[in-house]
């Protein structure tokens, strides 16, 4: 609907109609994820079917290390609650304590991603690629798709610590921010099935 | 300079609730695995339950999703989009592994 057909308002009607546009978003970002839950559960499927298909090639038993994908996940973990606590920040009407958090949670992400493709690269290096098997081309499609969406929500910190640092913790921005939290602890749900699905039986 | 961490909001239990079971929930199953103290198709399959329980974890303590009405809309498409991953993702592994029974065993 543009602003032309809309009656003028003025505010606390205004503020609702922001409020209820905002919730509009968070449900359709919500709805997004559900879909990309979808894009995972099928990745996942795709793994279980390809999981002996090896051949010949390396197992998981002798690609994983079960101490670092607990390092990986406790990494995850701690950075959903430290974005709980960027959230907890913003209701506090805390500008510096957003920032912070955000950045905190942005260096155990960063943390993350860095050490799965260090993993990643140790793979390929000692002939464990995407192209050795198709139970490695499974692995590494549905890792690193995580993975990438990680990544992504890296940059989505970026931008938004920018915006609070530009605009102030407003609205549109604190809005933003919700929708981030969202995709962020969604990522740590779709971790818990990786390490569940792949890394443990893997290591048995 | 203000605190990093309001420790009024009634939420900042809620978050650390959340990561206590959550952290609880990552070392049993890891435990499972590494010191084997069930056989290998039962302490999989307390994994799966595991990581079942822990999702509900997230999506109740992070994600702060409940029964009320405001979050019913959420709730109606998280459950619509588990029936669809019960037909494809279900669908998708009693195929292949029916094919793989019929062709290879």
């Known amino acids: 609907m543009s602003d032309a057909t809309m009656p003028p308002m003025h505010g606390s009607a205004l503020v609702m109609e922001e409020a209820r546009v905002h919730d509009e978003r968070a449900f359709g970002f919500w709805i997004y994820l559900m879909s990309d839950a979808i894009i995972f559960s099928l990745l996942f499927a795709t793994y279980a079917v390809?999981?002996?298909?090896?051949?010949?090639?390396?197992?998981?038993?002798?690609?994983?290390?079960?101490?670092?994908?607990?390092?990986?996940?406790?990494?995850?973990?701690?950075?959903?609650?430290?974005?709980?606590?960027?959230?907890?920040?913003?209701?506090?009407?805390?500008?510096?304590?957003?920032?912070?958090?955000?950045?905190?949670?942005?260096?155990?992400?960063?943390?993350?991603?860095?050490?799965?493709?260090?993993?990643?690269?140790?793979?390929?290096?000692?002939?464990?690629?995407?192209?050795?098997?198709?139970?490695l081309s499974s692995f590494f499609t549905l890792v690193a798709t995580h993975g990438l969406h990680v990544t992504t929500g890296l940059i989505w910190i970026v931008v938004l610590s920018?915006?609070?640092?530009?605009?102030?913790?407003?609205?549109?921005?604190?809005?933003?921010?919700?929708?981030?939290?969202?995709?962020?602890?969604?990522?740590?749900?779709?971790w818990v099935g990786i390490f569940s699905v792949v890394y443990l039986p893997g290591s048995f | 300079m203000r605190s990093l961490i309001d420790t009024h909001d009634p939420r900042l239990r809620v978050y650390l609730t959340g990561f206590v079971l959550a952290l609880?929930?990552?070392?049993?199953?890891?435990?499972?695995?590494?010191?084997?103290?069930?056989?290998?198709?039962?302490?999989?399959?307390?994994?799966?339950?595991?990581?079942?329980?822990?999702?509900?974890?997230?999506?109740?303590?992070?994600?702060?999703?409940?029964?009320?009405?405001?979050?019913?809309?959420?709730?109606?498409?998280?459950?619509?989009?588990?029936?669809?991953?019960?037909?494809?993702?279900?669908?998708t592994m009693w195929i292949m592994f029916n094919l793989h029974y019929r062709m290879m065993a």
């Open chain 2, 24 to 91: 609880a929930l990552t070392i049993l199953p890891f435990s499972l695995v590494v010191f084997k103290v069930l056989p290998e198709t039962w302490a999989l399959a307390v994994v799966g339950g595991l990581a079942v329980v822990q999702m509900g974890v997230h999506l109740h303590y992070f994600l702060h999703l409940n029964l009320s009405a405001s979050e019913r809309s959420n709730l109606l498409s998280l459950a619509f989009a588990a029936v669809i991953i019960f037909m494809m993702a279900g669908g």
């Open chain 1, 50 to 135: 390809m999981v002996d298909r090896t051949a010949g090639g390396p197992q998981a038993h002798s690609l994983f290390d079960l101490s670092y994908t607990f390092g990986e996940t406790m990494l995850l973990l701690f950075s959903s609650t430290t974005f709980g606590l960027a959230s907890l920040a913003i209701r506090a009407e805390n500008k510096g304590a957003v920032l912070f958090w955000l950045a905190v949670t942005f260096a155990l992400g960063a943390g993350f991603v860095a050490m799965e493709i260090f993993e990643f690269h140790g793979m390929v290096a000692a002939g464990a690629g995407p192209e050795r098997s198709g139970f």
């Open chain 1, 162 to 190: 920018i915006e609070v640092l530009v605009k102030g913790l407003s609205a549109p921005v604190t809005s933003r921010i919700h929708r981030l939290g969202l995709f962020w602890h969604f990522l740590d749900i779709v």
